[in-house]
């Protein structure tokens, strides 16, 4: 599982915007918080 977060990392990093898409019949349950916060904490 460390390896995927370091992928994830990376492609965040090397990312100019980051989109995340919701299904609107549940957004809170296909909602990923902790992409949403390693994206607002490199400023994407």
Known sequence: MAEAWR??????????VVVEV????????TRNSDVEKLARSLGK
């Open 7 to 16: 992928r994830v990392r990376r492609v965040v990093e090397d990312s100019d």
């Open 22 to 29: 919701l299904d609107a019949r549940d957004p809170a349950a």
